[in-house]
T-cell receptor, first 114, second 110 residues
């Protein structure tokens, strides 16, 4: 079963360092989403791709965050100059572009910024 | 703006029914979803309902939608200890964004 996979599962870094997360969606899914989840909260939308095009970005996505999906398959989320407030679980999800279009989530990449 | 609210905690006894409630704000939502998150695991879709439906039943799960009041509920019949998890309500807005509630932590007592 090839569900959504994320790598690494856990990243510990020092403040000011750059980190990159990778997401491999379900192969036939052309939509890919990034969410952030902090303790006790629901997932918060960061950005979304349709194939390789980044179609929507949240106001939460500061200029230190960049996401790519170069060939419309896997995606990367990079955070530059990490801050302690970036500590969170970063979730990737994919979906088909037809109704009901439900999201299939990976297990997430947990970022801890010291 | 878009907002989804849920009560944060619910505790029930094994074998009882659980009812988890959710309110949302975007009247243009086309679909509403319930996701389950177990410790250390990703979110898993439980069920969804199209906005022109009032009710959907799927085995032990019953979803009720009151579109006028923007209220969604999830009923779990014969709740088991394996149902202990966090349950998230989510709406799909006019765009492609999904807005999630804060989650309701369900504890099932033996």
């Amino acid at each position: 079963d090839t569900g959504v996979s994320q790598d690494p599962r856990h990243k510990i870094t020092k403040r000011g360092q750059n980190v990159t997360f990778r997401c491999d969606p379900i192969s036939e899914h052309n939509r890919l989403y990034w969410y952030r989840q902090t303790l006790g909260q629901g997932p918060e939308f960061l950005t979304y791709f349709q194939n390789e095009a980044q179609l929507e970005k949240s106001r939460l996505l500061s200029d230190r965050f960049s996401a790519e999906r170069p060939k419309g398959s896997f995606s990367t989320l990079e955070i530059q100059r990490t801050e302690q407030g970036d500590s969170a679980m970063y979730l990737c999800a994919s979906s088909l572009d037809r109704a009901p279009g439900e999201l299939f989530f990976g297990e997430g990449s947990r970022l801890t910024v010291l | 703006g878009e907002d989804v609210e849920q009560s944060l905690f619910l505790s029930v006894r094994e074998g009882d029914s659980s009812v988890i409630n959710c309110t949302y704000t975007d009247s243009s939502s086309t679909y509403l979803y319930w996701y389950k998150q177990e410790p250390g695991a990703g979110l898993q879709l439980l069920t969804y309902i199209f906005s022109n439906m009032d009710m959907k039943q799927d085995q032990r799960l019953t979803v009720l939608l009151n579109k006028k009041d923007k209220h969604l509920s999830l009923r779990i019949a014969d709740t088991q200890t394996g149902d202990s998890a966090i349950y998230f309500c989510a709406e799909r807005t006019g765009g492609q964004n999904f807005v999630f509630g804060p989650g309701t932590r369900l504890s099932v007592l033996p």
